[in-house]
């Protein structure tokens, strides 16, 4: 680094300022000070891991059926006593459920009677209105009669399928891609479509234009653009400006799902999809529950051309949320607490996501390739071809931790010697001895 | 009635006793005192009105295409300043809402954090224990892991069927039927074979039989047995054993809606169908929306055979409930107030259709027919034939009056002449004016 004397004149401010935005950098980790020497940019073990570069999976229409993993995960139960590598769910200590639970507990009691009411299908105005104005952000302009709201991006993905797709159809998806959109898949009996992804510009539109060619009918394409989930990357805008036009030219509807898109380690939040949208062609799907409750079941739906369709199958499907909670959700964003929350708990992924990956890069075997996500908390990690992730997976359990095994986020068995991890927990001990200790297991299958 | 001294001598109380008990009698309306003369049973206008014996619809199948009210039905929406005869839904004044507040809100705040976490997608252990428990009194048994816990009814239903068939399949109503039933149909992209129900034995079993002989595969029945809406019988227990044993001959799964089952207005709770369900081919479907809480979306299904398939639908369709309100009515049930409530809410619900049927008596068409339900809080009735229930709904909705009209009720158009009342309401002036006047509409279209 230039000196903090040299630091001050280039930059124009004073000798205080700039040793501040130094000692601010060195308490981030990221320049450490030298006696006698100056300062000088932190080398991070894990900086000198690869990225992983692209899958290598032939695109092949997937009927999906050997490949559910229902039985297998657990990791989406609440277990204290396991290491969390595995679902992608932050540490509740992260999360505003204390500041939420007091907004709720007053908004019931303000309500009594009232707040057991029915609400209408569409979701609470007030949450529309809030989601819609935070729309902007993304590079959309919603109002709130373009927004349903849903349970969970769950039910918002769930709704999306059924209003364009019918039971045999088949759906483009990233390869590879977040297991609970390809069990989606599987219960409305869609087939799969996979398309290889790379770390940086996400899904490959070429292999994509070449397998729309090949394949009769595509009825949707179901993508994860933001930071993406498990491999990290965020599409660059003119890729999914490109991507949009690809979808529109075929007519085919793309359901985007933006559930971690709030979530950028630094700097703005990335455009959606949606933004790019210039026909209704794109159904965008999130919610809250990756940053502010998973329990609140609290996300929405902006579905364009299917707006109506969305709407009546939300209230023949499950009717309108439940009032109190959503309402307890709208009041913390609209009275600033999200917006706050935020900017902590961006920092706390990318210092887990950091700390992570340092612990990965000590502990597993020389050979792996790791993903540098630029927002969320879920790593993607390629072991080396000998490692049978799905042996790690059962090997980890057996000591008490859980992680997602490559072949989950697969629609035809692929990414056998993959993992994801998540890094949703503050690091600590625990997290120490069971990244350590993944890492040895790692390392013996690898040496068989 | 015998004097009260004759009554005391007969029935062996002291005579304080058969005071009180004639006393009782007259405040609940159902005698009258007159002076120097003694006890009188109380003659109520609305006694002489006749029963609806039978629709005439012939089964045929029918695509739904055609009927689709959803534009129509604004009665879902809360209007306070209309006069509300449309909806199903009890008063909030009736229901326990602000001490369900009060629960919820010390919930929310003993909880903090931890109320944010996802629960398990079958719903959380001791509102599974409690329902479980109840349901010994419908003649069912069901252990925890029989049931799921739902989005209200709404969604249970839509679990069930989503199950057990695939769109373009047929699937067996009664005839009339609940509007919401039939518009889940419709967005699932099915068909629907009604059949003609009595006010005595519900479904007419023998037209059931012939139409399942003439009829190439029928996918599932979905069926109200309990306090049918809108025709208000309870399907005696031969009938329902009767209808059982049918539908398990030909394996016909039946869904069954049992959401008023709670509500008899006198008597013991009437069993399900479940109750007689010997191979686990009754999925049964209810919520606490019509006796607890609208607004708080807690529903549930035991899923018989189908239960494996119902978890993973859920898990994919909408995830697992919000966990606050679901604790919230769990420890209403917990804590005996559920039971409590009802007592005092069933009364309700009797008086308020014994008030409105003879309101009706007063104001409508000598040449009415009118249901007798003996649970529940709604009423059918049958207008003279000239009568366009879609025209009176109209006009009423253009005075401020809700109702909802016969063809809602039709998988085929049919009931042109007939509306359903909701009596949800405490009787009051508004709503005495409201009756005269949709009276006074009636009139009018009858004798044009």
């Not at 529950?289 to 996300?299: A, L, N």
């Not at 000591?399 to 890094?423: K, M, Q």
Request: positive net charge.
């Amino acid at each position: 680094m230039p000196s903090v004397r040299q630091f001050s004149r280039e930059q124009r401010v004073s000798i205080p300022t700039a040793l501040h935005a130094y000692v601010t950098l060195e308490m981030r980790g990221l320049v450490e000070a030298r006696p006698k020497s100056g300062f000088y940019v932190s080398v991070r073990f894990s900086d000198a891991i690869p990225q992983i570069v692209r899958a290598v999976t032939a695109p092949k229409v997937s009927d999906l059926a050997q490949t559910d993993p229902l039985d297998l995960i657990r990791a989406d139960e609440y277990q204290p006593d396991k290491v969390q590598l595995g679902s992608a769910v932050p540490s509740p200590d992260l999360l505003p459920g204390v500041r939420l639970a007091r907004i709720m507990s007053g908004v019931a009691r303000r309500l009594g009677a009232s707040g057991g009411n029915y609400g209408p299908v569409a979701g609470l105005p007030l949450l529309r209105r809030e989601i819609a104005r935070r729309s902007l952000s993304a590079g959309m302009n919603f109002g709130p009669e373009d927004l349903v709201v849903t349970l969970g991006a769950t039910e918002a993905v769930a709704l999306a399928l059924r209003a364009v797709c019918s039971p045999g159809d088949t759906v483009v998806v990233e390869s590879p891609t977040f297991f609970g959109l390809l069990r989606q898949l599987r219960e409305i009996g869609l087939k799969a479509l996979p398309i290889p992804v790379d770390a940086i510009n996400g899904i490959d539109l070429d292999a994509l234009a070449s397998a729309l060619g090949k394949t009769p009918r595509v009825a949707a394409m179901l993508l994860v653009p933001n930071f993406h989930n498990p491999v990290g990357f965020v599409m660059p805008d003119d890729k999914k400006r490109e991507l949009v036009r690809l979808a529109a030219s075929r007519d085919i509807p793309i359901i985007e799902d933006d559930i971690f898109g709030d979530l950028p380690h630094q700097g703005p939040r990335p455009r959606a999809l949606k933004a790019f949208d210039r026909d209704g062609g794109v159904i965008v799907c999130s919610s809250f529950s990756k940053s502010i409750s998973p329990g609140y079941r609290v996300g929405y739906i902006a579905a364009g051309k299917w707006q109506q369709r969305v709407l009546a199958l939300k209230r023949t499907q499950s009717g309108g949320n439940p009032l109190l909670p959503t309402l307890a959700v709208a009041e913390f964003l609209e009275s600033g607490g999200y917006d706050r929350f935020l900017r902590s708990f961006r920092q706390s992924c990318r210092q887990q996501v950091a700390a992570m990956r340092e612990a990965i890069g000590h502990s597993f075997p020389a050979e792996i390739r790791l993903s540098r996500p630029a927002g969320g908390y879920v790593l993607w990690c390629e072991l080396p071809a000998r490692v049978d992730a799905m042996e790690l997976f059962h090997r980890a359990r057996a000591v008490g931790i859980v992680i997602a095994p490559g072949p989950f986020f697969a629609a035809d068995n692929g990414f056998r010697n993959f993992i994801r991890i998540s890094c949703g927990y503050p690091w600590n001990a625990q997290l120490e001895r069971g990244v350590h200790l993944l890492g040895q297991l790692a390392r013996q299958l690898s040496v068989r």
